[in-house]
């Protein structure tokens, strides 16, 4: 009994997970004229849905820019985050403290607020309508999680081995890159990996800040399924699909690392 | 996600009404533009940008095309967004230096006051179009110097489609409850839903969801007020109220109904998609909705669906216009003037019809005998003669749609009666227009 327990326990929770997605599957099979798809397996399943939703709503070059803005932002948001996290978890600086909290108070402030006065700047800067005009916000956006995250990382490794390495006469560069990096893989790999899932779905500021339609991100591909008084279920369900299928396959990809790194954070 | 997206919308709605409204004010009132109007076009190639929405963009695209098959030296590209999205940021996309020459409105909302778009009156002098379109149509684009109310002054758009809001019926099971007469008064629907009540039937579908109800209450306040009385709230004109005998009738009415059963239980956690469902399964023997559900109604119900124009000796109608603006920016505001004239032509209309709209010339609209589109084009004639379109309550003030939902919400609940229902709603309006 106790040892089918945690079996049956997994089962209900893979269950939980997979049935929004069998309830998402079967709709985007639905003829397009069904107006509220239930759960059932439709008798004529309409495998040309995807292809259609693919074209209504442009997603080759919508999977495009989140493609472009997703890259864009990993990068840099890794290095800059590895290096601020690397500072404040082992250096001494004389306003740690407060320059912490300081990053803290930005996973406070909702970003929503920033939205109108950042269209104004990004205006006056000349960046509107470029995919600067996203990847560089995120950037900054992503920032205090990511130093957080790094710092824990930074943090929790034994202070010998920062030793070690001053004793052997390694700078501070030497010993980021050639004893602590190696090392923080797994959280780096983490950290991509969330950074590249929220830069790939983020909406409101490819809305605001690009005017090109074509230039946007994939998830606004989704509003033309939505009009205001219904909304076509089938092709939004297909779009849903279309839009997630990347991220899923790049979690797959890493997906052992993804699992270490988010360990590595319970064991601490 | 979606909470955030509801938020971003907030937040960026109450920006935008505090923040951005002065500074673009100021530089629009200067570029206002005076002098005789250009009629027509030249044959200077131009090339205008028009942004719209799916919805009504299906229709403006045919347009586009017969345009600019008469007219080759004018190019239009077009763009859409989907509703939500497009109204978020239709304001800071005209403010911007990649400004749409001609841009659809959903609402008059704060683009007017921050002077995004023109003032059409000189074109709707030089083409007529006062004498194109009933007044009530127009009017619902005009907009006074105080840029909230409705009704008079500048016009700030030219209408394309017209959508109404009417009773849809099941023929079938109307005639199995033994109504043989499509109801022609308040009382007479009474009878009607009560016959369908005896025979077992679901009286009237609805969805209340997002405050759906809101339009049966509407329909019954304006038949019993008058379209002209009721239209003065809608357009926020000093000194009207929505404490009136009508809207009252219409509270105390609906919650009768649903004392009696004549609503589903459900109601209120029901959508309006999911209620036409239900309605085109049979679940129902008449429906408040709009003429923008006519197709998906007609293709499950066939011939046995009908549509009359809300009961009431003089017809009215909640409608209002898909119509396009010139934004301030643009530099072919003559030649895109042309082309908000060319929405009323023959082929225009036909365009507009094909796409589900009422037409602005009814002559374009050609439907087949015995179907619901019939049915809608005979409504949408006898309340064009009796002048009895009004628009939307629900867009009165910017807030007025969220609280018509959570009100209504509440009568059907019982958690609020009449009295407290109307004063909701009026002190809600005074917020704005008082």
Redesign the interface.
């Known amino acids: 009994m106790t040892k089918q327990l945690p079996r049956l326990a997994l089962t209900v929770a893979a269950a939980a997970v997979l049935f929004p997605f069998l309830a998402l599957f079967t709709a985007a099979l639905q003829p397009q ?1 069904n ?2 798809p239930g759960l059932s397996w439709p008798s004529d399943p309409q495998w040309g849905n995807f292809a259609t939703a693919w074209t209504t709503a442009g997603f080759g070059s919508l999977l495009k820019s989140s493609a472009v803005i997703a890259l864009g932002v990993v990068p840099i948001a890794l290095v800059l985050a590895t290096l601020a996290g690397y500072g404040l978890a082992t250096m001494r600086l004389k306003a740690k403290g407060p320059l912490f909290a300081l990053l803290m108070l930005g996973l406070a402030l ?1 970003y ?2 920033i ?2 006065p950042l ?1 104004y700047d990004l ?1 006056s800067a000349g960046l ?2 470029t995919y600067w005009a996203v990847i560089l916000p995120l950037v900054g956006l992503f920032m205090p999680f990511g130093v957080f995250w790094m710092r824990t990382h930074f943090e929790s490794l034994p202070k010998e081995l920062l030793e070690a390495a001053a004793v052997d006469g390694a700078n501070s560069w030497r010993t980021l890159t050639r004893v602590l990096l190696p090392t923080a893989v797994p959280a780096l790999t983490t950290l991509g990996l969330l950074y590249f899932m929220w830069a790939w ?1 983020q ?2 500021l490819a ?2 800040l690009i ?1 090109d ?1 074509a230039m946007r991100t994939a998830p ?1 591909g989704l ?9 076509n279920i089938p092709l939004l369900s297909a779009g849903t699909f279309i839009v997630i299928a990347p991220i899923v396959l790049v979690y797959l990809l890493f997906q052992r690392h993804f699992i270490k790194g988010i360990l590595q954070g319970a064991v601490k | 996600m979606k909470i955030s997206r509801v938020l971003a919308g907030a937040v960026l709605v109450a920006l935008c009404g505090t923040a951005c409204a002065p500074g673009a004010s100021k530089e629009a009132s200067g570029a206002e533009p005076s002098g005789p109007v250009k009629k027509g076009v030249t044959d200077e190639k131009v090339t205008l940008k028009l942004v719209s929405t799916p919805e009504s963009g299906a229709a403006v695209k045919s347009v586009i095309k017969a345009f600019e098959v008469k007219y080759p030296q004018v190019t239009i590209e077009y763009e859409d967004n989907s509703v939500d999205d497009y109204n978020k940021a239709l304001n800071l996309s005209l403010a911007s230096d990649q400004a749409p020459d001609i841009a659809l409105l959903n609402s008059v909302g704060t683009t007017v006051k921050d002077g995004l778009v023109l003032d059409l009156s000189r074109y709707a002098k030089a083409y007529d179009w006062d004498k194109t379109y009933p007044s009530t149509q127009l009017n619902q684009w005009r907009v006074a110097e105080d840029g909230s109310t409705l009704g008079t002054g500048g016009l700030y758009a030219a209408p394309a489609g017209f959508s109404l809001v009417g009773v849809y019926y099941n023929k079938a099971k109307a005639a199995k409850a033994g109504i043989t007469t499509p109801p022609a008064t308040l009382e007479e629907f009474e009878d009607a839903l009560a016959k369908a009540k005896k025979a077992g039937e679901l009286p009237l579908q609805l969805g209340n969801q997002q405050g759906h109800a809101s339009f049966a209450i509407q329909l019954i306040g304006q038949s019993a007020d008058g379209a002209e009385k009721a239209a003065q709230w809608t357009f926020g004109q000093k000194g009207a109220t929505f404490d009136t005998p009508g809207n009252r009738t219409a509270a105390d009415r609906l919650t009768a109904w649903k004392k009696k059963g004549y609503l589903p239980g459900s109601a209120n956690g029901t959508d309006l998609q999911t209620a036409v469902d239900k309605f085109t399964k049979g679940r129902g023997v008449y429906f408040v909705d709009g003429n923008w559900d006519a197709e998906k109604i007609g293709d499950k119900l066939g011939k046995d669906a009908g549509f009359i124009a809300f009961p009431s000796p003089k017809a009215t109608a909640i409608g209002t216009s898909v119509a396009y603006a010139i934004s301030s920016k643009s530099k072919n505001a003559d030649a895109a003037a042309f082309f908000l004239d060319f929405l009323h032509s023959p082929e225009a209309s036909a365009a507009e019809f094909r796409a589900g709209f009422m037409p602005a010339d009814l002559t374009a609209a050609k439907p087949q005998d015995g179907t619901v589109m019939k049915d809608i084009v005979t409504a949408w004639g006898r309340v064009n003669e009796d002048n009895g379109l009004v628009g939307f309550n629900n867009n009165a003030t910017a807030t007025m749609n969220d609280k018509l939902t959570a009100t209504t919400q509440e009568l059907l609940a019982n958690r609020t009666d009449t009295d407290g229902f109307v004063k909701a709603i009026q002190d809600e309006w005074t917020k704005t227009h008082g």
Do not use: H, R, T, W
Request: proline share 7%; aromatic share 14%.
């Open positions: 004229s107006l509220s909702p929503e607020a939205v109108i269209y205006d509107l309508n779905n909406f409101l809305l605001v005017q339609p606004s509003g033309k399924f939505v009009q205001q008084y219904g909304k």
